[in-house]
């Protein structure tokens, strides 16, 4: 009997993405994400392919979740705000 995950992929987003942010893609590493979502390697591998999934689907998750005015909007106003 398969069991139940105790964790959904928008709770692993949530907790992952200010890694992404604070570090950078290559500054994060996959031991970081599995401290900070509380989901073990092979939950996550199960959920995402790889660390690329996981940025991207972070990317994703932040973008339909912010205002898309907020992302540009922010000062200063420009590029380094994406």
């Known amino acids: 009997m398969a069991r139940h995950k105790k964790y959904t992929r928008e709770h692993v987003l949530e907790k992952v993405t200010p890694l992404f942010w604070a570090a950078g893609f290559s500054g994060t590493g996959m031991r970081a994400i599995e401290v900070e979502s509380g989901v073990n390697k092979s939950g996550l591998y199960a959920e995402f392919a790889d660390k ?31």
């Not at 940025?55 to 994406?82: I, K, M, R």
Request: glycine share 4%.
């Open 52 to 82: 690329d999934d996981i940025f991207v689907a972070c990317l994703a998750f932040y973008y339909a979740t912010q205002s898309p005015t907020h992302l540009l909007a922010s000062e200063p106003l420009g590029w380094d705000n994406v």
